[in-house]
């Protein structure tokens, strides 16, 4: 993955965190420069407490689907960079996390689709 493929990740991911802040989620995040620092946390988090998540939680896989198990990493990884981020915070809790993980890759996925083509390769 080049330098620029890593930076389009970022920013896309920060545009996505401030559009689910705008939306009635319990996700709060005061101005786009703490989405620009949540992404990049949610990066680091993702490459590093991702896998160790994984791993440690595998049995829980065997018993969830696929779907739900993921859905529990992301929250988790959604709830961690909303406690290391000054700026970013989930106002119900579990419930924020949900939907904000939901909508963070609803919303990922439909600015990715934009880009297909354009800028990613």
């Not at 930076?7 to 965190?17: D, G, K």
């Amino acid at each position: 993955m080049s330098i620029l493929q890593l930076l389009i990740l970022w920013l896309v991911t920060a545009v996505s965190l401030f559009i689910i802040s705008k939306l009635p989620t319990g996700v709060e995040i005061d101005d786009f420069k703490i989405a620009l620092i949540s992404s990049a946390i949610f990066g680091f988090l993702n490459a590093l407490v991702r896998p160790v998540l994984v791993a440690v939680a595998f049995p829980i896989k065997i018993v969830l689907s696929n779907f739900l198990f993921t859905l529990f990493i992301n929250m988790a990884i959604f709830g961690l960079a909303a406690w290391f981020v000054s700026g970013f915070r989930l106002r119900w809790g579990f419930w924020s996390a949900l939907i904000g993980a939901v909508a963070l890759s609803v919303i990922n996925s439909f600015l990715y689709e934009l880009l297909n083509g354009v800028v990613v390769k």
